[in-house]
């Protein structure tokens, strides 16, 4: 299993970078649920912060489950990882908050108020990562892509399910109390997608969704496993 979480940093110059406000508590507790059921996880990790680490984790539970934790900070290095990882992978959940933009160029020195940062930044669309797993899917993975939202929810979330060839995705807004970046607590949507056949033998997309009211992110980690299962 592939587990990414966290944010990415996407360097402007040596000091300053593009980030968001993700913690990466979310993939973390997934992480660390797979592992509890004895799964083999190769967790990539961007900015967090916790401090949980694979070294304090197998002290408390070894010979449950194996952790390969690799730790990245650009867009570019989830990139790299995620896709060299997904090769032998059995499914992949996609719980990282990646950049969708990085900065064109990145300054070789520190940028000083006045003309230097009052000028444009020229920004770049980063890879996507969920569309390139989710073209070169086989039929025996399973890949599974998080949207955090802010309006038309589930629009945007239906979207990117079938635009990027997910198997689920799990949805939440910002907009909703109690879930989102930073807290210990989550309110998730999963949708998953499976094909069915009509009587012209026809093969057509089947939406189905399962609601997860706000629970601690750990209780949620776990009933996410048990829809995608």
Known sequence: MIVTAGGTREAIDPVRFISNHSSGKMGIALAQTLLHQGADVTLIMGATTEQWTPVLYHSAMQGIGHLTRIDVVSAQQMYEATTAAWQTADAAILAAAVADMTPATVADHKMK?????????????????????????????????????????????????????????????????????????????????????????????????????????????????????
């Open 113 to 229: 108020k006045g003309q230097d940062l009052t000028d444009s930044i020229a920004l770049v669309e980063t890879k996507d990562i969920a569309r390139a797993l989710g073209e070169s899917k086989r039929p025996d993975q399973t890949l599974v892509g998080f949207a955090l939202e802010t309006d038309n929810e589930q629009q945007n979330a239906l979207k990117k399910l079938q635009s990027k060839h997910l198997d689920f995705i799990v949805m939440n807004s910002l907009r909703e109390a109690g879930a989102g970046f930073g807290t210990d607590t989550n309110s998730v949507t999963v949708f998953k997608k499976s094909e069915v056949r009509n009587q012209i033998s026809e093969v057509r997309d089947q939406i189905s969704e399962v609601r997860l009211p706000l629970a601690s992110k750990q209780q949620i980690a776990e009933q996410i496993l048990e829809v995608i299962r």
